[in-house]
């Protein structure tokens, strides 16, 4: 009863029109005034080839040391490296922080996890896990994310690197509590759809041939044509999909051989009445000669209409099932000096919005350079619609006392904050002036 | 319009208009005021086209979408400036409340948290399974179970405040 009083409740609220209309002439603005954003792809793609170089340097040559690994992620900016003191053990695999890099707004933390005694990590460990603030009142991260630097065979360790963007300074003396909870080597993950309005392939209200198990559960028989398809493609296949004798919705999977764990969910796309898709699993799973059928029960083909799509995702590993376990290392960090000084600054909102908005600070690091915009100027007059600014457009240049100009690249930001980060550190006393939306700020004399 | 050489311009018009209602509900769902859902909103398919996300396929684009909406929502309750604003917003909906169907269910919906909101929207309005929304928020799955519970718990009372268990 709750949940149908909340659906008809919630099916009443809708976006204005209007409302939607203002968005897309500011996204058309956006995608309009904007040039192609290969930063974020590009970053990613550095990341990919560093890792897969990585990767190759330790099969052909008995693998970079952890160290290394470090060294070469952290390229100049490793002298601004710490060393950190922190470990536990659980399940056998021990978590040790290594190295952190932070100044007010950027923290990168490399960590590593070491299997004692067995081979259930790889080079595509998956990570389950949390992060923290020692202080629970202060959440100073925008971001966060972990990723895979490489893995050393010979001690069964895997190396990760945690990096977290501040949209509040992060304060000295932070620590930064990294909570795990799951570990899982040889994470491999697929998906499969079948779209119910597809001519050839699709869904139709005809029952398809199915079977009963001795258990007495209807199940699909195998399509010759999807099973064909199956046998050319890679693993976890659907074999059958569509109505079967029992007059529900069913659909027939064919796992991989040799998992050793596997994680399956079937999901069809149901449409209520307002249009909008609702995923339902398929959570009636029964075993037939080492397929998985799964059936939605009281789905039957009246409903077809509106049907869209069933889906496969699948997660599996043939090398080990998860290891769960509770592993907790509290970072300290040191941050490298800031500094902070006071501008103003008016900054012309984004087309479609009127007016400007103060930037009321910068905080410069050798890491990083931040500009903060003073909140209450985000607003119109009435103090309640929000002045949109895209702040990542105003990408500075700071020009040191040798003249030298530089360009740092965006990092993350919000609507009131951006970070920019250096492409290699720099020594902020060397820093002349910094230049915003063609208004430069004197820094010696701020 | 600069020349959409991935097409990705025509594809973020098509996903606002796809998503467009998923990701207003769910942001009201969390902000439970129009104000916040509306700036929330914008700052949604604003980031669509600041980050341009490689979104495989459909199921990718609601989790995309849903997790964006709650980390902006999460950001719009982090600006203290929002935050002193919100009583001010909340007084004026006191001073005319209006006799409407389904004012009994607002009402026991704006005394659950914001987590708690989201869980519920989720698991209720959008179909998603407990373990799908531990994977949307980064919880674990013990946790929105706990999160989904203490929601039924605290419905319940309310609603039976009013006379009206239907939790």
Same mark, same amino acid.
């Given at each position: 009863m709750f949940e149908h009083d909340y659906r008809t409740r919630f099916d009443e609220i809708a976006p204005d029109p209007a409302l939607v209309e203002q968005t897309r002439s500011r996204m058309r603005d956006a995608l309009s005034g904007e040039k192609a954003q290969p930063r974020r792809l590009t970053r990613r793609g550095f990341v990919a080839v560093a890792a897969a170089a990585a990767l190759t340097v330790t099969a052909l040559a008995a693998g970079p040391t952890i160290w290394q690994a470090i060294q070469n992620d952290l390229g100049s900016r490793a002298p601004y490296a710490t060393e950190v003191e922190a470990a536990c053990e659980d399940e056998g695999i021990r978590m040790e922080g290594v190295r952190a890099l932070a100044d007010g707004r950027m923290v990168r933390v490399y960590f590593t996890a070491q299997d004692l005694n067995k081979n259930?990590?790889?080079?595509t460990t998956q990570i389950r896990y949390s992060l923290m603030g020692t202080?629970?009142? $202060?959440?100073?991260?925008?971001s966060y994310s972990v990723r895979q630097l490489s893995y050393d065979p010979d001690s069964r360790t895997c190396l990760f690197v945690l990096t977290a963007t501040g949209w509040e300074s992060v304060p000295e003396g932070a620590i930064l509590c990294l909570d795990v909870e799951r570990l899982l080597g040889g994470y491999q993950s697929v998906s499969r759809r079948i779209s119910a309005s597809s001519e050839q392939a699709g869904i139709t209200e005809k029952l398809l041939p199915s079977t009963q198990t001795q258990g007495g559960s209807t199940v699909l028989l195998p399509q010759p044509e999807l099973e064909s398809a199956a046998a050319a493609g890679?693993?976890?296949? $659907?074999?059958a999909a569509g109505f079967a004798a029992d007059g529900n919705l069913h659909v027939r999977v064919r796992p991989a051989i040799g998992t050793v764990w596997q994680n399956v969910t079937v999901c069809a796309t149901i449409l209520n009445d307002d249009g909008a898709g609702i995923g339902r699993d398929l959570e009636q799973i029964t075993p037939v000669e080492g397929d998985l059928d799964y059936c939605l029960e009281g789905f039957g083909p009246e409903l077809l209409p509106r049907l869209t799509q069933v889906e496969m995702l699948v997660e599996y590993s043939a090398l080990s099932k998860p290891v769960e376990g509770d592993w907790t290392i509290e970072i300290p960090l040191q941050t490298a000096a800031s500094e902070h000084f006071s501008v103003s600054l008016a900054l012309p909102a984004d087309r479609g919005s009127e007016g400007s908005v103060m930037a009321e600070s910068l905080e410069l690091s050798p890491l990083s350079l931040t500009l903060v915009c003073?909140?209450?100027?985000?607003?119109?007059e009435d103090g309640k619609t929000l002045r949109y600014?895209?702040?990542?457009?105003?990408?500075p240049t700071v020009i040191l006392k040798d003249g030298t100009v530089l360009t740092p690249t965006y990092a993350d930001g919000n609507s009131w904050w951006a970070t920019w980060a250096f492409d290699q550190p720099i020594d902020p006393d060397q820093v002349v002036s910094i230049t915003l939306d063609g208004q430069t700020i004197p820094v010696e004399e701020s | 319009m600069k020349k959409d050489d991935d097409g990705f311009n025509a594809r973020a018009e098509e996903l606002l208009d796809r998503y467009a209602t998923l990701v207003y509900r769910l942001a009201f769902a969390r902000t439970r005021s129009k104000e916040g859902a509306e700036d929330v909103f914008q700052e949604v398919f604003l980031r669509l086209v600041a980050k341009r996300p490689q979104l495989e396929n459909e199921e990718h684009e609601k989790a995309w979408f849903c997790r964006v909406t709650i980390n902006c929502a999460n950001s719009y309750w982090r600006n203290p400036f929002r935050r002193r604003t919100q009583p001010l917003e909340d007084t004026g909906e006191l001073t005319a409340p209006p006799p409407e169907e389904g004012s009994e269910l607002d009402a026991c919906l704006d005394r659950l948290s914001p987590d708690l909101r989201v869980v519920v929207h989720l698991y209720y309005y959008e179909g998603y399974s407990a373990p799908e929304i531990a994977g949307l928020l980064g919880k674990k799955e013990s946790a929105v179970r706990m999160r989904l519970m203490r929601a039924r718990r605290q419905l319940r009372d309310f609603l039976e405040e009013g006379g009206n268990p239907c939790v």
């Amino acid at each position: 009863m709750f949940e149908h009083d909340y659906r008809t409740r919630f099916d009443e609220i809708a976006p204005d029109p209007a409302l939607v209309e203002q968005t897309r002439s500011r996204m058309r603005d956006a995608l309009s005034g904007e040039k192609a954003q290969p930063r974020r792809l590009t970053r990613r793609g550095f990341v990919a080839v560093a890792a897969a170089a990585a990767l190759t340097v330790t099969a052909l040559a008995a693998g970079p040391t952890i160290w290394q690994a470090i060294q070469n992620d952290l390229g100049s900016r490793a002298p601004y490296a710490t060393e950190v003191e922190a470990a536990c053990e659980d399940e056998g695999i021990r978590m040790e922080g290594v190295r952190a890099l932070a100044d007010g707004r950027m923290v990168r933390v490399y960590f590593t996890a070491q299997d004692l005694n067995k081979n259930r990590l790889d080079e595509t460990t998956q990570i389950r896990y949390s992060l923290m603030g020692t202080d629970r009142d $202060i959440w100073p991260y925008g971001s966060y994310s972990v990723r895979q630097l490489s893995y050393d065979p010979d001690s069964r360790t895997c190396l990760f690197v945690l990096t977290a963007t501040g949209w509040e300074s992060v304060p000295e003396g932070a620590i930064l509590c990294l909570d795990v909870e799951r570990l899982l080597g040889g994470y491999q993950s697929v998906s499969r759809r079948i779209s119910a309005s597809s001519e050839q392939a699709g869904i139709t209200e005809k029952l398809l041939p199915s079977t009963q198990t001795q258990g007495g559960s209807t199940v699909l028989l195998p399509q010759p044509e999807l099973e064909s398809a199956a046998a050319a493609g890679g693993p976890f296949s $659907i074999v059958a999909a569509g109505f079967a004798a029992d007059g529900n919705l069913h659909v027939r999977v064919r796992p991989a051989i040799g998992t050793v764990w596997q994680n399956v969910t079937v999901c069809a796309t149901i449409l209520n009445d307002d249009g909008a898709g609702i995923g339902r699993d398929l959570e009636q799973i029964t075993p037939v000669e080492g397929d998985l059928d799964y059936c939605l029960e009281g789905f039957g083909p009246e409903l077809l209409p509106r049907l869209t799509q069933v889906e496969m995702l699948v997660e599996y590993s043939a090398l080990s099932k998860p290891v769960e376990g509770d592993w907790t290392i509290e970072i300290p960090l040191q941050t490298a000096a800031s500094e902070h000084f006071s501008v103003s600054l008016a900054l012309p909102a984004d087309r479609g919005s009127e007016g400007s908005v103060m930037a009321e600070s910068l905080e410069l690091s050798p890491l990083s350079l931040t500009l903060v915009c003073d909140q209450d100027t985000m607003y119109l007059e009435d103090g309640k619609t929000l002045r949109y600014i895209t702040l990542e457009k105003f990408t500075p240049t700071v020009i040191l006392k040798d003249g030298t100009v530089l360009t740092p690249t965006y990092a993350d930001g919000n609507s009131w904050w951006a970070t920019w980060a250096f492409d290699q550190p720099i020594d902020p006393d060397q820093v002349v002036s910094i230049t915003l939306d063609g208004q430069t700020i004197p820094v010696e004399e701020s | 319009m600069k020349k959409d050489d991935d097409g990705f311009n025509a594809r973020a018009e098509e996903l606002l208009d796809r998503y467009a209602t998923l990701v207003y509900r769910l942001a009201f769902a969390r902000t439970r005021s129009k104000e916040g859902a509306e700036d929330v909103f914008q700052e949604v398919f604003l980031r669509l086209v600041a980050k341009r996300p490689q979104l495989e396929n459909e199921e990718h684009e609601k989790a995309w979408f849903c997790r964006v909406t709650i980390n902006c929502a999460n950001s719009y309750w982090r600006n203290p400036f929002r935050r002193r604003t919100q009583p001010l917003e909340d007084t004026g909906e006191l001073t005319a409340p209006p006799p409407e169907e389904g004012s009994e269910l607002d009402a026991c919906l704006d005394r659950l948290s914001p987590d708690l909101r989201v869980v519920v929207h989720l698991y209720y309005y959008e179909g998603y399974s407990a373990p799908e929304i531990a994977g949307l928020l980064g919880k674990k799955e013990s946790a929105v179970r706990m999160r989904l519970m203490r929601a039924r718990r605290q419905l319940r009372d309310f609603l039976e405040e009013g006379g009206n268990p239907c939790v």
